[in-house]
């Protein structure tokens, strides 16, 4: 009898052992065949504090900005909520190999080492870098020639720390001020802490916008880069459908307007239409 019952007790396990991996596995196709990690749901890496493109509203609390428009838009597309992840810069990349989120829209430039780690959508608007003084500033800039000597801040690790390395590389000599958020180089700009802030273009303009400003552009470079959505190597589905919504977006105007509300101005069509 002990052993009949060893060998029923065996069978028992043995089926249970396979419908559990028959779940298992099935848990395992349902993932790798999901459009996004949570079911109805787009997890989305971003910086909030990159003004105009990803900041939060006066209550300290709600996410705005064109990344953020683009991203409510494109959910509405898809029939997904959006989920706004908020993560420092220089671990956000991080975020995304580590399946905390499934995208990045956080004005990320599209570069070929980039490309060669992650995936990208079609570009969605297109960026050149600036240089910004103060009003009442005594110095003489209008070119990227003219920094020498003088103080510099930049954002770190992004496409302006990359500039600013390129013009030291090419032989200018200046004092670099490097800033985690482009806020805080605005910010010492305006308290006289730095001399002149290289930052997006598209970023600038929301400095040098207001009546009251303290700011001026004394130049900007061409739109050469451009922004799209940064996915995980592989992420064929979701790139598919991201791409065919951004179409949808252009096609429609929904991308202009929101250029419009964010700009008060058509910054896309331009580029989008090279």
Do not use: H
Request: contains cysteine; glycine residues 8%; proline residues 3%.
């Amino acid at each position: 009898m002990k052993k009949i019952g060893c060998i029923v007790f065996a069978i028992v396990s043995a089926a249970l052992l396979f419908a559990n991996g028959a779940k298992d596995t099935a848990k395992s196709l349902s993932s790798s065949d999901a459009l996004t990690l949570e079911e109805g749901k787009l997890k989305v890496g971003v910086e909030i504090g990159y003004p105009p493109m990803e900041y939060f509203a006066e209550d300290g609390k709600t996410p705005v900005g064109f990344d953020v428009e683009l991203a409510n838009a494109l959910g509405k597309k898809l029939g997904l909520t959006i989920e706004f992840i908020d993560t420092a810069w220089d671990g956000i990349f991080a975020g995304l190999d580590t399946n905390r989120y499934d995208v990045i829209i956080s004005s990320v430039t599209i570069t070929e080492e980039r490309k060669a780690k992650y995936d990208f959508t079609i570009p969605y608007i297109g960026n050149g870098q600036s240089l910004v003084v103060r009003k009442d500033t005594s110095l003489s800039v209008a070119k990227p020639e003219d920094l020498k000597g003088l103080r510099v801040g930049y954002q770190a690790e992004c496409t302006s720390d990359f500039f600013m390395d390129k013009q030291a590389a090419n032989g200018l000599v200046f004092t670099p001020e490097e800033y985690d958020k482009v806020m805080n180089a605005f910010d010492d700009l305006k308290l006289g802490r730095c001399d002149v802030v290289c930052a997006d273009a598209l970023v600038s303009v929301s400095y040098i916008s207001p009546a009251d400003t303290p700011f001026k552009m004394v130049w900007q470079g061409t739109p050469d880069e451009m922004f799209g959505i940064c996915l995980k190597k592989g992420n064929a589905k979701l790139q598919l459908a991201l791409n065919k919504a951004l179409e949808e977006l252009i096609a429609d105007g929904t991308l202009v307007t929101i250029s419009n509300n964010v700009f008060a101005a058509d910054l896309v069509s331009s580029v989008l239409n090279k």
